[in-house]
């Protein structure tokens, strides 16, 4: 099976910086269109930044300039680099990817979500 894990979370001041990273794991062929979302309490999840398989990027109007996703094909692991953080940045942040996969001889495919961390900008 599929299995993506974020790490990077935690605490930072208005103004820092953290940098996210989440790695997809198992019989993977290959990761079509990576992503971040986040979901602050009581608010819907929203698409903060994502990177197709080529490299292509987008940015939520919100965090375009401060924030940058990049990608490791041969690591399977996305990145989210935020810079500026602001109080309005505090949430859970998941990583979504789209995985093909190879399960009883057979190649399948879906898009998959890690478990999300948590980023809190507070000073």
């Known amino acids: 099976q599929v299995q993506l894990v974020e790490s990077g979370g935690g605490l930072v001041q208005p103004g820092g910086s953290l940098r996210l990273s989440c790695a997809a794991s198992g019989t993977i062929i290959k990761i079509d269109d990576m992503g971040w979302y986040r979901q602050a309490p009581g608010e819907q999840r929203e698409l903060v930044a994502s990177?197709?398989?080529?490299?292509?990027?987008n940015y939520a109007d919100s965090v375009s300039g401060r924030f940058t996703i990049s990608r490791d094909n041969a690591k399977n692991t996305v990145y989210l680099e935020m810079d500026s953080l602001k109080p309005e940045d505090t949430a859970v942040y998941y990583c979504?990817?789209?995985?093909?996969?190879?399960?009883?001889?057979?190649?399948?495919?879906?898009?998959?979500w890690g478990q999300g961390t948590q980023v809190t900008v507070s000073s």
């Open positions: 979504n990817a789209f995985i093909t996969y190879i399960r009883d001889f057979w190649s399948h495919n879906g898009a998959y």
């Open positions: 990177i197709s398989g080529g490299g292509a990027t």
